[in-house]
């Protein structure tokens, strides 16, 4: 494995021909830098971005891609990851372990593997510690650069004279936002924005997608139909503010025993030399080029 320091903390590098991704031993489970070879980074870079805790202290963002733990709570989501983690090879990838937190008594870990020439599948993982089962769900968060745009795909089954979605609004979220296009099919966020933005909802299209200077990131998660999840039934939310935008997956409600664990997989694909979309039409045409759902 080769190693390298980024924005001073020191990092894994796991490479193919055509993916480069920085995944960091000092801190997380972290991974802090991914693109195409002799790219820019898509991931945001935060060294300085904290959120004051009022618990005491404060959460460093840092950036790039994480594990969290929901629902979210100061208490339980919202443990520093400041310390450095163990990192093994795996076929084809690595696998990042948190020491057990003792605030919580839960264990997180990231299996990240190239599985194609621009494909990632990342494995997120929770294994409770404790004597007692715990109630929560992995969820998967991954930050961007500010500049480019987030495409959220709506359900589409017709349920005809009844409704087919529902929308999770958080307290500051500015509906008449202009920065935010609500289309038949898609929710469209430039993210450009001067206030919190976020929304959730069910996903059972099961993706996500951001573009950025000509790069479209898509990342894949399971949706269960007939499960729970938080936030209102989010599978899927999208934060942005002025220094990133997210991109966020959540699994389903889910009880771990004591010593037993739960995983959430997210699949990740890159494509090159992407024009931004404008409207509902184009991303239909690039839905349709790139044989998403």
Known sequence: MK???FLNHECVSLENEALKLLITQSIGPRILWLGFK??????????????ELPTGGEFHFYGGHRLWVAPESFDTTYIPDDSPVDISPRENGVQLTKPVEPQTGLQKSLDIR???DTQVVITHEITNHRL????????AITQFKT???????????????????????????DMS???????KEYILVSAQMESPFKVGFSNPRGWLAYW???????????????????????????????QFLELETLAPITSIA????VSHIETWDLYNDIDCPRDENEIHALVEMLDLE
Do not use: M
């Open 3 to 5: 190693t390298k320091f």
């Open 38 to 51: 002799g790219g820019e980074n898509l991931f945001a870079e935060l060294p300085d971005f904290v959120t």
């Open 114 to 116: 190239l599985t194609g």
């Open 132 to 139: 007692q089962p715990v109630t929560c769900a992995p969820w």
């Open 147 to 173: 500049g480019g745009l987030a495409i959220l795909p709506q359900a589409k089954s017709d349920a005809g004279v009844l409704p087919n979605r529902s929308l999770a609004l958080w307290s500051y979220t």
């Open 177 to 183: 936002n202009r920065n935010v296009q609500w289309g």
């Open 212 to 242: 950025l200077n000509g790069t479209l990131f898509v990342k894949h998660a399971q949706y269960d139909s007939v499960a729970e999840y938080y936030d209102f039934g989010s599978s899927s939310e999208c934060y942005c503010n002025d």
């Open 258 to 261: 004591s010593n037993e664990t």
